[in-house]
């Protein structure tokens, strides 16, 4: 069995993996287009479950392809993906708990 990376570039917060539930976040793992926000969960280790919204993803080969990116305005309504992340894992999350998050995650 291989393993395989993808590095993110995310405008997350690390809900922890303890709060995920893949019948409750399943659209947002998979990406499909009824979900509420981007969510990647780290099932091999447990360390982390980046929800926010995915800024870009790298290629299996070719790693991130350029991308210019202004920081001030990365197409986000912080207030209101705030308010969808902290109602799916019932918690409070601030728009200013966010953050430009780079990471590789392995599957």
């Known amino acids: 069995m291989g393993v395989s990376r993808t590095d993110y570039l995310m405008w997350a917060f690390n809900v922890g993996a303890k709060g995920f539930d893949w019948n409750?976040?399943?659209?947002?793992?998979?990406?499909r287009p009824d979900r509420r926000f981007d969510l990647?969960?780290?099932?091999?280790s447990?360390?982390?479950c980046m929800a926010g919204k995915i800024i870009a993803v790298?290629?299996?080969?070719?790693?991130?392809?350029?991308?210019k990116i202004d920081p001030e305005d990365i197409?986000?309504?912080?207030?209101?993906?705030a308010k969808k992340v902290a109602e799916s894992f019932g918690t409070w999350i601030s728009p200013d708990?966010?953050?430009?998050?780079l990471f590789s995650h392995y599957s």
Do not use: I, N
Not at 97 to 101: E, Q, R, S
């Open 24 to 31: 409750k976040h399943e659209a947002e793992v998979e990406g």
């Open 40 to 44: 990647v969960y780290d099932g091999m």
């Open 46 to 48: 447990g360390m982390y």
């Open 58 to 67: 790298s290629d299996e080969y070719e790693g991130f392809t350029l991308h």
């Open 75 to 81: 197409g986000v309504d912080r207030e209101e993906l």
């Open 97 to 101: 708990d966010f953050a430009l998050v």
